[in-house]
């Protein structure tokens, strides 16, 4: 009879709910921050595509233990070490900017900010029309321009290789750029939502054999840091003066106003999440040189 007493007593203990302090509300808190803030910023940088591998490698694990695969388990034993260090060798861009911006934001008003500040638009409906007004401008003209309009990956690397800007968007200031004999003519300009973030930056050239020999420089520069990022490319030919746009490593020629209106429109749209779908590539060194292309 003791025993069965003991046992219920030990049973509803079991269930009873746990205590709760004012300290352990605060730690729920500051770690549901802490992931959300973390999970935003492996989605807004090509730090996602490595997670991927990351989480494939941990399910490849787990298979070996379900399998009971020894060798494969000593191997990971003996590595995971190394495999540690390696990691974050690899996040070591993406670390260093989570950690400036950590330096430079105000992280209370991010934190507690739940309100959509562009209704789920990258940049506005007065962007697309003087993107268009300005490449048809610089078409006319036979002026060479590369423009990349940054979507969900950042692209604070290439940013940086440029000279800064932080203006707002006209097709008049996107016209002066891109003149010849200008100090910011030559190489390419980022857009990031509806401010010019940077100019005279260096692209990755891309190194797919199927695109025509004809290309120069800028149209291979264009294709190249689609293939690495998720962004949309403005090319402006400059000995055709015909407009070009790249995604996702693919290259569109020839386009007209309303086509390139509809590619802006449709870019111009949030995804939920990053389309990091291709392999980063290193950063090869390239400032639009427009006596190269054809």
């Known amino acids: 009879m003791e025993n069965i007493k003991d046992f219920i007593n030990d049973y509803f203990t079991w269930l009873s709910p746990p205590t709760i302090k004012a300290s352990d509300i605060l730690e729920i808190v500051i770690l549901a921050l802490v992931i959300y803030q973390v999970i935003k910023w492996i989605k807004n940088t090509r730090a996602w595509t490595l997670v991927k591998g990351v989480l494939f490698l941990g399910i490849f694990c787990v298979l070996a233990v379900v399998f009971e695969l020894d060798v494969i388990l000593w191997l990971i034993k003996n590595t995971i070490n190394v495999g540690i260090i390696a990691v974050i060798i690899l996040f070591q861009p993406e670390l260093r900017k989570a950690l400036e911006e950590l330096g430079k934001k105000n992280i209370v008003p991010s934190i507690l900010s739940f309100e959509d500040k562009n209704e789920n638009k990258r940049y506005s409906d007065r962007t697309v029309e003087e993107l268009v007004r300005a490449s048809y401008e610089l078409a006319r003209t036979k002026t060479g321009a590369l423009i990349v309009i940054e979507k969900n990956i950042l692209l604070t690397e290439y940013e940086m290789t440029g000279i800064p800007l932080d203006a707002l968007i006209s097709s008049q200031l996107l016209v002066n750029i891109f003149e010849h004999n200008t100090p910011l003519h030559d190489g390419a300009i980022i857009l990031r939502e509806d401010r010019i973030v940077a100019a005279t930056c260096y692209l990755p050239l891309s190194d797919n054999?199927?695109?025509?020999?004809?290309?120069?420089?800028?149209?291979?520069?264009?294709?190249?840091?689609?293939?690495?990022?998720?962004?949309?490319?403005?090319?402006?030919?400059?000995?055709?003066?015909?407009?070009?746009?790249?995604?996702?490593?693919?290259?569109?020629?020839?386009?007209?106003?309303?086509?390139l209106r509809k590619r802006l429109e449709t870019g111009q749209i949030r995804s939920s999440l990053p389309e990091t779908k291709k392999k980063w590539k290193g950063l090869k060194g390239w400032k639009g040189r427009s006596k190269h292309e054809k």
Request: net charge negative; glycine share 10%.
């Open 209 to 259: 054999m199927e695109l025509s020999k004809e290309l120069g420089t800028r149209h291979r520069a264009g294709v190249g840091i689609s293939e690495v990022a998720d962004c949309l490319t403005i090319i402006v030919s400059e000995e055709t003066g015909k407009v070009s746009v790249t995604e996702e490593g693919r290259l569109s020629r020839n386009l007209d106003a309303e086509q």
